[in-house]
């Protein structure tokens, strides 16, 4: 379980960085393109989430969930402070970028640790 969530969260941050470049690049993200990517993010995180309180402990995992979590309030707050026609937040994306792949690389640890 651990390794398709690894592979929807990296979809997701792929989706996250073209809704990014699309939005520095033409001024505002495609709104289909956050959509996609909050939700392959958020069907990871359950996924991550059935994994982290079903299967025996890993420490890795279970901190990439943890990290995962702080990502997601992170976006939600980008998202709650970015008004609609106003340029992207780019302090806020990459603060909430940076939280995912640090939890990306530490369920990719877990993972070929074998979780």
Known sequence: MAG???SLFIMAMALGITTLWRGVRLGRPSVA???AHACT???ALVVLGLR???GPEN???NSAFFVFLLAVIGGLFTLAV???NE???LPLILLHATAAVVAVLLL???VAAGG
């Open 33 to 35: 393109l956050g959509y």
């Open 108 to 110: 990719a640890a877990g």
């Open 4 to 6: 398709i969530s690894l």
């Open 41 to 43: 993010a958020l069907t």
């Open 59 to 61: 420490l890795l995992l």
């Open 52 to 54: 982290v309180f079903t």
């Open 87 to 89: 340029p992207v937040m």
């Open 82 to 84: 970015r008004g609609r």
